[in-house]
């Protein structure tokens, strides 16, 4: 077997695969960003030192990190390749069938969402994770320990209604693109049930809603609150 | 019963051969009974259409009954039309406004080239069925009809796989014109039964294989498929190709 696949049906295994990884990952980012408004800044700043000071896991789970997103970006590209080499002359009308459809915007447009959050990522890890740290002032002390303030410029980032605009339209993106991504990826994993298919369907809908509200509320909230947080 | 008669308009794909560009011609057809199958009015459409000296619109039908798989093509958008659970040949004009307008494509998809008007070759499911979608058995007298006991659920599952009539409407509807759903129907009848066990593995890899050496697009869970098929086949069964597909990986 040779490591990546040429056949359709393992190219979308790992497309699910990494879907499952990269969704539990956001489920713990969302998790962690909401310390953010526990209104104690220590609360965010000792998460992010703790993560900090795991060092070589930390840089293992970040590679690991990457690694899903370069698989799940390749392997969706490839189903986009063949889907336009598959259909080279266009319906002049298309329509959906209702019914047992799940064709939807979400669907339709996850290369185009999916393809947002690439462009997204590196901005978002480039301002906020290698923003300005200890040596630009951004100290704390938390616990009796010297840490980098990541809370004060997270706050201060936020104060620029263009960087809580942008973060809110790419997170409804998210959404839009978990809509379609939960329940699909357990279904490309091949795993199918009459009563609980329907379940993670429709589960997935609301999952999509909670991520996206749960991350486009924490900009729009320090951005309301100003600086007292 | 409504006697009302009506008339429809027709924006019909007209191509002469595969290597022809097509194009749009619009027709309208009057006197049309509402009672009248989609089918049948084409027919009179097409003894019009001779009448006048022009040539008349191809398009595939066999049994008209809804069980050959013969005919199809994309009314409105909609492969087989605006019913769930039929083929065209089951649609019927009240489904129909009189004075719409209607859109017929034929199934556009690379591995189904169009061979002239609505006729697409739909041979690539053939060669799909070849590469794996039998079961082998040694020649000599039939074997007896009970020898080997299969529960009726597994037959009604196995049969709920096999009513599909390889009408090519799933590639057609499917965004990515895959034929997974096809594809994994063929796989799971035989995959439910015990005839199918021996080889189980061989077939799910050779169909897979010869599936993309086809050129169909992937799978991208939309389940278009599932909603235009006239056998209404549950995308269950492209669940249950990838979980076998993957355990006959790693069995390799």
Same mark, same amino acid.
């Given at each position: 077997?040779?490591?990546?696949?040429?056949?359709?049906?393992?190219?979308?295994?790992?497309? $699910?695969?990494? %879907?499952?990884?990269?969704?539990?990952?956001?489920?713990?980012?969302?998790?962690?960003?909401?310390?953010?408004?526990? %209104?104690?800044?220590?609360?965010?700043?000792?998460?992010?030192?703790?993560?900090?000071?795991?060092?070589?896991?930390?840089?293992?789970?970040?590679?690991?990190?990457?690694?899903?997103? !370069?698989?799940? !970006?390749?392997?969706?590209?490839?189903? #986009?390749?063949?889907?336009?080499?598959?259909?080279?002359?266009?319906?002049?009308?298309?329509?959906?069938?209702?019914?047992?459809?799940?064709?939807?915007?979400?669907?339709?447009?996850?290369?185009?969402?999916?393809?947002?959050?690439?462009?997204?990522?590196?901005?978002?890890?480039?301002?906020?994770?290698?923003?300005?740290?200890?040596?630009?002032?951004?100290?704390?002390?938390?616990?009796?320990?010297?840490?980098?303030?990541?809370?004060?410029?997270?706050?201060?980032?936020?104060?620029?209604?263009?960087?809580?605009?942008?973060?809110?339209?790419?997170?409804?993106?998210?959404?839009?693109?978990?809509?379609?991504?939960?329940?699909?990826?357990?279904?490309?994993?091949?795993?199918?049930?009459?009563?609980?298919?329907?379940?993670? #369907?429709?589960?997935?809908?609301?999952?999509?809603?909670?991520?996206?509200?749960?991350?486009?509320?924490?900009?729009?909230?320090? #951005?309301?609150?100003?600086?007292?947080? | 019963?409504?006697?009302?008669?009506?008339?429809?308009?027709?924006?019909?794909?007209?191509?002469?051969?595969?290597?022809?560009?097509?194009?749009?011609?619009?027709?309208?057809?009057?006197?049309?009974?509402?009672?009248?199958?989609?089918?049948?009015?084409?027919?009179?459409?097409?003894?019009?259409?001779?009448?006048?000296?022009?040539?008349?619109?191809?398009?595939?039908?066999?049994?008209?009954? $809804?069980?050959?798989?013969?005919?199809?093509?994309?009314?409105?958008?909609?492969?087989?039309?605006?019913?769930? %659970?039929?083929?065209?040949?089951?649609?019927?004009?009240?489904?129909?406004?009189? $004075?719409?307008?209607?859109?017929?494509?034929?199934?556009?998809?690379?591995?189904?080239?169009?061979?002239?008007?609505?006729?697409?070759?739909?041979?690539?499911?053939?060669?799909?069925?070849?590469?794996?979608?039998?079961?082998?058995?040694?020649?000599?007298?039939?074997?007896?009809?009970?020898?080997?006991?299969?529960?009726?659920?597994?037959?009604?599952?196995?049969?709920?796989?096999?009513?599909?009539? $390889?009408?090519?409407?799933?590639?057609?509807?499917?965004?990515?014109?895959?034929?997974?759903?096809?594809?994994?129907?063929?796989?799971?009848?035989?995959?439910?039964?015990?005839?199918?066990?021996?080889?189980?593995?061989?077939?799910?890899?050779?169909?897979?294989?010869?599936?993309?050496?086809?050129?169909?697009?992937?799978?991208?869970?939309?389940?278009?498929?599932?909603?235009?098929?006239?056998?209404?086949?549950?995308?269950?069964? !492209?669940?249950?190709?990838?979980?076998?597909?993957?355990?006959?990986?790693?069995?390799?």
């Amino acid at each position: 077997m040779a490591l990546w696949p040429r056949s359709s049906v393992a190219k979308k295994f790992l497309n $699910g695969l990494t %879907g499952v990884g990269l969704t539990l990952f956001i489920i713990v980012h969302l998790a962690g960003n909401l310390l953010l408004l526990t %209104g104690n800044p220590d609360d965010f700043n000792r998460y992010a030192h703790k993560l900090e000071s795991l060092g070589p896991l930390l840089w293992l789970a970040e590679i690991g990190l990457a690694l899903f997103f !370069i698989v799940h !970006i390749f392997s969706a590209l490839s189903v #986009y390749v063949d889907k336009l080499r598959a259909r080279p002359v266009r319906y002049a009308v298309s329509g959906n069938a209702g019914g047992a459809s799940r064709k939807t915007i979400s669907s339709q447009t996850m290369i185009v969402t999916g393809l947002v959050l690439l462009l997204f990522v590196p901005w978002h890890v480039a301002s906020l994770k290698f923003g300005p740290g200890v040596e630009e002032g951004y100290v704390a002390i938390v616990d009796g320990l010297l840490v980098r303030d990541l809370h004060s410029w997270v706050i201060e980032y936020f104060q620029n209604p263009v960087h809580v605009a942008l973060y809110v339209l790419v997170m409804l993106l998210l959404g839009l693109h978990l809509r379609h991504g939960v329940w699909s990826m357990i279904q490309t994993l091949g795993a199918y049930h009459p009563r609980l298919t329907p379940l993670w #369907y429709t589960g997935g809908v609301v999952f999509a809603l909670v991520m996206a509200v749960g991350f486009l509320v924490i900009p729009i909230w320090i #951005y309301v609150n100003g600086a007292k947080i | 019963m409504n006697k009302k008669k009506m008339t429809l308009h027709l924006k019909i794909w007209r191509q002469a051969n595969a290597q022809a560009p097509g194009r749009f011609v619009l027709y309208t057809v009057k006197d049309l009974s509402p009672d009248m199958s989609f089918l049948e009015m084409l027919d009179v459409l097409n003894e019009e259409l001779t009448k006048k000296g022009e040539l008349p619109v191809e398009f595939d039908s066999d049994c008209r009954e $809804g069980i050959c798989g013969t005919c199809g093509f994309v009314i409105n958008g909609v492969a087989h039309g605006p019913r769930r %659970g039929r083929t065209v040949c089951q649609l019927y004009l009240r489904d129909f406004q009189d $004075g719409q307008t209607v859109t017929l494509e034929p199934f556009r998809a690379k591995a189904f080239p169009v061979i002239k008007d609505l006729v697409v070759d739909r041979s690539a499911f053939d060669r799909i069925m070849a590469a794996g979608g039998y079961i082998s058995v040694d020649t000599g007298s039939a074997p007896d009809a009970n020898s080997i006991l299969i529960p009726k659920e597994v037959a009604e599952a196995a049969f709920d796989a096999a009513a599909c009539i $390889g009408c090519g409407a799933c590639v057609a509807a499917c965004p990515n014109a895959s034929a997974s759903l096809f594809v994994s129907a063929k796989i799971a009848h035989l995959a439910l039964l015990p005839q199918g066990q021996p080889e189980r593995h061989r077939r799910v890899l050779k169909m897979v294989a010869q599936m993309d050496k086809e050129n169909f697009g992937n799978c991208s869970n939309h389940g278009e498929c599932e909603a235009v098929c006239p056998k209404n086949i549950s995308i269950k069964y !492209i669940a249950l190709m990838r979980r076998d597909y993957l355990r006959a990986l790693l069995a390799k």
